[in-house]
Nanobody, 127 residues
Framework: QLRLVESGGGLVQPGGSLRLSCSTS????????IGWFRQAPGKEREGVSC????????NYADSVKGRFTISRDKPKNTAYLQMNSLKPEDTAVYFC????????????????????WGQGTQVTVSL
């Protein structure tokens, strides 16, 4: 059973930064796209960003474009989400997920395209 582990969440002030990590062991992420999603209390899960297996194509939700950057490190079997200029509306549980395919589709990731999910890490943006 594939197990994804997110880390790096926490409490940050508006305008601050966090870097989330997503890793796994015993399973190579090399040939799959990786996505980041988030879910705020009382809201549906939202696709945030995707990176393809070659790391040469990405997509971002409009709400995070220009502030968030997705990346991956294949030797470390890890994906990252660098989040800058954080806003209170970015507060949510953030999840990473492994896609069923190697590429990213559309303008932002869609849950149905992802097969494996982590447990999530809480990000809170507040004074």
């Amino acid at each position: 059973q594939l197990r994804l582990v997110e880390s790096g969440g926490g409490l940050v002030q508006p305008g601050g930064s966090l870097r989330l990590s997503c890793s796994t062991s015993g399973f190579s992420l090399d040939t799959y796209a990786i996505g980041w999603f988030r879910q705020a209390p009382g809201k549906e899960r939202e696709g945030v960003s995707c990176i393809n297996s070659n790391a040469d194509s990405t997509n971002y939700a409009d709400s995070v474009k220009g502030r968030f950057t997705i990346s991956r490190d294949k030797p470390k079997n890890t994906a990252y989400l660098q989040m800058n200029s954080l806003k209170p509306e970015d507060t949510a549980v953030y999840f990473c997920a492994v896609s069923r395919v190697w590429y990213c589709s559309g303008n932002a990731p869609t849950s149905r395209d992802y097969a494996y999910w982590g447990q999530g890490t809480q990000v809170t943006v507040s004074l």
